[in-house]
């Protein structure tokens, strides 16, 4: 074990002092509203360039907008890391609500220069993308080129901006709330607990059947308990969302989520297809992990549960250093500047009650830092979880070369970074394993992660999709979500469910998440093609890190069929490519199912 003791509690001072009671960061907020103010001004004067001389005048409004942005986003992750480390902290709320207008004036600010630029004559534009000050934007100028094209008008999106604000954003906000107000009462080694969501989640993978069935039950209680509460919110999430596609004339509930992350119908579709032919192995899985649990069907709260006694626990520190012995086998790079996390406190990990549930990676970007979120209990799972938000982390210090329009990524391939960090620890640690009984439980700890990529991935989409559909003819009750969810699973996990969890829309926060619609698909994604890449990198061994990095630069560049033509040299619009990447996770489980059986 290495010497640093690494803090389990982030550091957000270095950013600005005080917590929700800052003064740095309201007269950060301040400077940011006067930059508005002056960016206002001038886009009044911004017209559509007339020739090749314009050059200038667009390369000012990139650059202006370029300072907003990020002052926007660093005020804006530290105030999301207040509310996310306690949910009881009003003020935090109050500054979200702030930020989020700010936010609202910079999109419709944005969509003036997106609609400036499409008036601009086909001949004029493909010379103005040829200049020095443009060319390196020209993938990303175009993007917004042909965004405009198919909005509304520069009034009406303004007022769908605006009115998203305290309409669409607040729902999403009101969820949080909810969430953050729950309390589960569970009894865990003879002491009842008041639990938040989160750490009831985390009892998920406690290796006492009665304590995963009623903290899930718990769980579904209090889901239950407030559904209309969260039905109405995410009816009327939707219901907008629908609303705007109709103003627009967009017919697919797809199209938004696909044009976000860059991405083919035919890949989705190829995707899915490769998946759903090839779940019979994962089905076979979920049997014999419920038959050593002494079930002869899985329920869902049995899905994380451990099958072996050997799952050891690791604390904050081992959890620390075992990835990081397992990111230097990968390369220098990544190791460094996941040591940097360790040791700077760019990580809250801390098990402690008015925490938000859930991870995720934030960055900062006019500190070039990033801070990690979730609640570690000492699992393997939470050991993958950290790699994985390091992954995300890793993934904007490799572009910090690049230019801020160059940076904005889409969920797909973030989730690669993510995943393929996730993979490293994942793989390393079941090659390394001294005894079959480890062996084992390393194993279904990679097997578990493919199941929740190919089937509850999957149900999600399923059920989001169906949502949709319902929706459109009107409100949709909680308890027709409760059987849109129930058949979503039971059809994604192939029949090998004997219990569900109907209210698993209530639950998980991605479905209320307003700033990227389907947050569901892009994971799949981003497992599946981080599973090419990973295996590139094995035959390529150490020399390999550099070109990973070249790939990550490359991701807000370009659409993902050409990044894989690019760097891989494969096209995913076909399915051949991801059942490589499914036969690769099919080979865990052969070795699963051989190794369990001959223990016997």
Request: with cysteine; glycine share 6%.
């Amino acid at each position: 074990m290495g010497e640093v003791a690494y803090p389990i509690t982030w550091n957000l001072d270095v950013f600005f002092e005080g917590g929700s009671d800052s003064n740095a960061l309201r007269s950060h907020l301040d400077a940011v509203k006067e930059k508005q103010k002056e960016f206002e001004v001038k886009l009044k004067s911004f017209s559509s360039p007339n020739s090749v001389n314009d050059v200038h005048k667009i390369d000012s409004i990139i650059n202006d907008s370029k300072d907003i942005a990020v002052n926007l986003s660093e005020a804006g992750a530290v105030i999301g890391c207040f509310l996310a480390q306690d949910t009881t902290d009003k003020k935090a709320a109050l500054l979200q609500g702030e930020i989020g207008s700010l936010y609202a004036k910079f999109s419709s600010q944005m969509l003036v220069i997106q609609q400036v630029l499409s008036k601009t004559d086909d001949s004029v534009w493909s010379k103005l993308l040829q200049t020095k000050e443009l060319s390196a934007f020209s993938f990303v100028l175009n993007e917004w080129r042909n965004e405009a094209k198919k909005m509304l008008s520069e009034k009406e999106e303004d007022m769908i901006t605006s009115l998203g604000v305290d309409g669409y954003h607040a729902w999403g906000q009101l969820y949080d709330l909810l969430v953050g107000d729950i309390r589960i009462k569970v009894t865990v080694d003879g002491v009842e607990k008041e639990l938040s969501v989160g750490q009831a989640n985390n009892l998920s993978s406690h290796e006492d059947a009665a304590i995963r069935k009623e903290s899930f039950e718990a769980l579904e209680a209090a889901w239950t308990e407030k559904e209309e509460f969260f039905a109405k919110t995410l009816n009327h999430l939707a219901g907008f969302r629908l609303a705007v596609y109709e103003k627009r004339g967009w017919e697919s509930i797809l199209q938004e989520p696909l044009d976000i992350n860059r991405m083919k119908q035919e890949t989705l579709d190829a995707m899915w297809g490769a998946i759903s032919k090839n779940k019979g192995p994962f089905i076979e899985y979920l049997n014999v992990k419920s038959t050593m649990l002494g079930e002869k069907e899985m329920h869902w709260y049995d899905l994380d549960a451990p099958v072996s006694s050997s799952t050891e626990k690791m604390d904050y520190q081992q959890g620390a250093e075992f990835i990081l012995k397992h990111f230097k086998e990968f390369g220098p790079k990544l190791e460094a500047f996941s040591r940097n996390a360790f040791e700077n406190g760019w990580i809250e990990a801390e098990d402690r009650p008015n925490k938000r549930p859930g991870g995720f990676c934030t960055g900062m970007p006019v500190s070039e830092q990033s801070r990690i979120f979730m609640t570690y209990s000492g699992t393997m799972s939470n050991v993958s979880t950290l790699a994985h938000e390091l992954g995300h982390a890793f993934h904007s210090f490799a572009l910090k070369p690049v230019h801020w329009i160059n940076r904005q990524y889409a969920m797909g391939v973030a989730e690669t970074a993510s995943t393929f960090a996730e993979m490293i620890v994942a793989d390393a640690a079941v090659k390394e394993a001294k005894t079959d009984e480890e062996k084992i439980a390393l194993l279904e700890d990679k097997i578990q992660r493919s199941v929740a990529f190919f089937m509850n991935i999957h149900a999600r989409f399923l059920f989001e999709t169906r949502f949709y559909e319902e929706r459109k003819n009107g409100i949709v009750s909680a308890a027709k979500l409760n059987e849109l969810m129930e058949n979503a699973q039971r059809e994604a996990y192939g029949g090998a469910l004997k219990t569900t969890h109907p209210h698993f829309w209530a639950s998980k926060l991605h479905f209320y998440i307003t700033e990227v619609p389907f947050y569901n698909f892009p994971y799949t994604f981003g497992y599946l093609f981080s599973l090419s890449i990973y295996a590139k990198a094995i035959r390529e061994g150490a020399n390999f890190e550099e070109k990973y990095i070249a790939l990550l630069q490359d991701t807000a560049v370009m659409s993902v069929e050409d990044l894989a033509m690019k760097h891989l040299e494969e096209d995913i619009t076909q399915e051949a490519f991801w059942i490589k990447g499914i036969d690769l996770c099919i080979q865990d489980v052969n070795e699963f199912i051989q190794l369990t059986n001959a223990k016997g």
